[in-house]
């Protein structure tokens, strides 16, 4: 794998990452580690793909289909773990909602 090639997979990663953070709100400690967490993701899937030979829109030596669905996948599954239903209750209170 090249050095753009790594370079895009982390690029679009970040990217995710950042438009779920966009999308689901919270602190800049939620930000970073919905980052991680998206990165991890990509290349997590990336290698199972090479593993199983698995094919989803390739693009170069990256299977980006299933690299973006695997980092979705595993920011969805952090951001279960890591929600607090009882602040999302105070804040629904503070808005008076």
């Not at 998206?38 to 690299?67: D, H, R, T, Y």
Request: glycine share 12%; proline share 2%.
């Amino acid at each position: 794998m090249t050095l753009p090639t790594i370079l895009f997979g982390f690029i679009s990663a970040i990217l995710v990452g950042s438009g779920f953070h966009l999308w689901r709100g919270g602190s800049f400690g939620k930000l970073i580690l919905y980052l991680i967490v998206s990165i991890v993701g990509f290349w997590l899937s990336q290698l199972i793909a090479m593993l199983l030979q698995l094919k989803f829109l390739s693009i170069g030596a990256l299977e980006f289909g299933i690299n973006i669905v695997g980092s979705i996948g595993l920011l969805f599954l952090t951001y279960l773990l890591t929600n607090n239903p009882e602040e999302t209750e105070t804040k629904s209170k503070r808005r008076g909602k």
